[in-house]
Structure formats: structure tokens, C-alpha cells
């Protein structure tokens, strides 16, 4: 099972990145799948996903608005726009089976510049 991250860079306030994410060697069905980021020194937090159970979206209040989540076969991607310096996080991709552990991406660091 792989997931790659893919998309990461610098970008100044205010302005737009999509992350990608590719999965292999596991299907999505019936699994969560979904974004975290983790900036310094902070704990790792959950910022996007489709449902499991019926592939509903969610979005943490820190991105809503601003964040899409989209999904193309295998693939995952988060558009980012109105980017702030407080988006500056390694993004991370995550597959949750069913059954056993979720599936984690290596990360892509996402840095706004002020």
C-alpha cells in the first residue's frame, strides 16, 4: 500500500496550491480517506476527509470556505486557496479501512509566506 503526496511548495498569503494524493495497492471503498496537516510544534489535526459511510465531506473550521476536497478514482486532492502563513504544514494523506490501521501518505510540506 502506497499513498504519495504530491504538490507542496511556497506560495505567498493569499494564494492557491492543490495537493494531490495517489493511492495504490488498497481500495477506497468503504474507507475514510482524507487530509491532516501538522505545523511545528503543534499536534497533528484532521482538516478534510470524505465519510466512510456515504463519502459526505467534511472540513475542519480552519479551512472551511477555503479548502475542496475531490477524488478521482485513486486519487485524493485538496485545492487550497486564500492560503495564510497559519497553513504552513507538512499535509499529510490518509486512507482509514474498515478494519485495521489507517494508511499514512510521507507528507508535502506546505509553506505561506507573509
Known amino acids: 500500500v502506497q499513498l504519495v503526496e504530491s504538490g507542496g511548495g511556497l506560495v505567498q498569503t493569499g494564494g492557491s496550491l492543490r495537493l494531490s494524493c495517489a493511492v495504490s495497492?488498497?481500495?477506497?471503498?468503504?474507507?475514510?480517506i482524507g487530509w491532516f496537516r501538522q505545523a511545528p510544534g503543534k499536534e497533528r489535526e484532521g482538516i478534510s476527509c470524505f465519510s466512510a459511510t456515504d463519502g459526505s465531506t467534511y472540513y475542519s473550521d480552519s479551512v472551511k470556505g477555503r479548502f475542496t476536497i475531490s477524488r478521482d478514482r485513486n486519487t485524493v486532492y485538496l485545492q487550497m486557496v486564500t492560503l495564510k502563513p497559519e497553513d504552513t504544514a507538512v499535509y499529510y494523506c490518509?486512507?482509514?479501512?474498515?478494519?485495521?490501521?489507517?494508511?499514512w501518505g510521507q507528507g508535502t510540506q506546505v509553506t505561506v509566506s507573509s
Open positions: 495497492g488498497f481500495t477506497l471503498a468503504n474507507s475514510a
Open positions: 490518509y486512507a482509514d479501512p474498515p478494519y485495521g490501521s489507517p494508511y
